[in-house]
Nanobody
């Protein structure tokens, strides 16, 4: 069983930055690919970024490339999402997710953290 707890959301002005954190309660963190997703009101949940244990497989949605950075501290079982140059369209509930490295499906989800961007 994997439990994920996000933190770090909040209100920021356009052009500002936030860092989200996700602490994972899991026996072997290195076995999981960690991802971030987001869902804005009235929209479907969308992929934001993912990173495997070593970092040699890191992916970003085109909409956040160059602005967001996903990282992980494997010693702390924590994954981060550094978000820079935030825009109003980035406002959403952000979810941390985990999938077994050999699977394509994210089976574990956090409760979400709200990011609000004022223009």
């Amino acid at each position: 069983q994997v439990q994920l707890v996000e933190s770090g959301g909040g209100l920021v002005q356009a052009g500002g930055s936030l860092r989200l954190s996700c602490a994972a309660s899991v026996r072997t963190f290195s076995n999981y690919v960690m991802g971030w997703f987001r869902q804005a009101p009235g929209k479907e949940r969308e992929f934001v970024a993912s990173r495997n244990w070593s970092g040699d497989s890191t992916r970003y949605a085109d909409s956040v490339k160059g602005r967001f950075t996903i990282s992980r501290d494997n010693a702390k079982n924590t994954v981060y999402l550094q978000m820079n140059s935030l825009q109003p369209e980035d406002a959403a509930v952000y979810y941390c997710a985990a999938r077994w490295a050999g699977s394509s499906k994210y089976n574990y989800w956090g409760q979400g953290t709200q990011v609000t961007v004022s223009s």
